[in-house]
C-alpha cells in the first residue's frame, strides 16, 4: 500500500501564489505516476497534473499549463505542485494520487488517494 498525505492548502487572494506539498510513504517503489487532481462543489474530480517518479517527466491540463508546476522530490518521496496567479477558479479540494503504471490523465486510473487539501481563492 501507498499512503498520500497532502499540505499546503489555504486561503489566499486572488493573483497569489501557493505551493502543495504531497508525501508519499509505504510501498513507495510501487508508484509510476504521481498527479494532482482538483475538485470543486458539484463538479467531477478534473486531472490538474502529473509527473513520472523516476523520470520527472510531467504533463498539465490545458487550465494548468503556464501557470502550475508540478516537481518531485524523489529523496523525499515529495511532490509538489507549485500555482501561481490564483484565480477564484482554482477554488477546490486538490488531491494527490499515484498510479502504478504510466500516464493517467482520469480519477479513475489512480490507485491511491490523499484525503485533499483545501484551497480557496478569493476575488
Known amino acids: 500500500q501507498v499512503q498520500l498525505v497532502e499540505s499546503g492548502g489555504g486561503l489566499v487572494q486572488a493573483g497569489d501564489s501557493l505551493r502543495l506539498s504531497c508525501a508519499a510513504s509505504g510501498r513507495t517503489g510501487y508508484i509510476y505516476t504521481m498527479g494532482w487532481f482538483r475538485q470543486a462543489p458539484g463538479l467531477e474530480r478534473e486531472f490538474v497534473a502529473a509527473?513520472?517518479?523516476?523520470?520527472?517527466?510531467?504533463g498539465y491540463s490545458d487550465s494548468a499549463k503556464g501557470r502550475f508546476i508540478i516537481s518531485r522530490d524523489n529523496a523525499r518521496n515529495q511532490v509538489y505542485l507549485q500555482m501561481v496567479s490564483l484565480t477564484p477558479e482554482d477554488t477546490a479540494v486538490y488531491y494527490c494520487a499515484a498510479r502504478k503504471m504510466p500516464g493517467g490523465m482520469a480519477a479513475m486510473d489512480y490507485d491511491y488517494w490523499g484525503q485533499g487539501t483545501q484551497v480557496t481563492v478569493s476575488s
Open positions: 509527473i513520472t517518479w523516476r523520470g520527472g517527466i510531467p
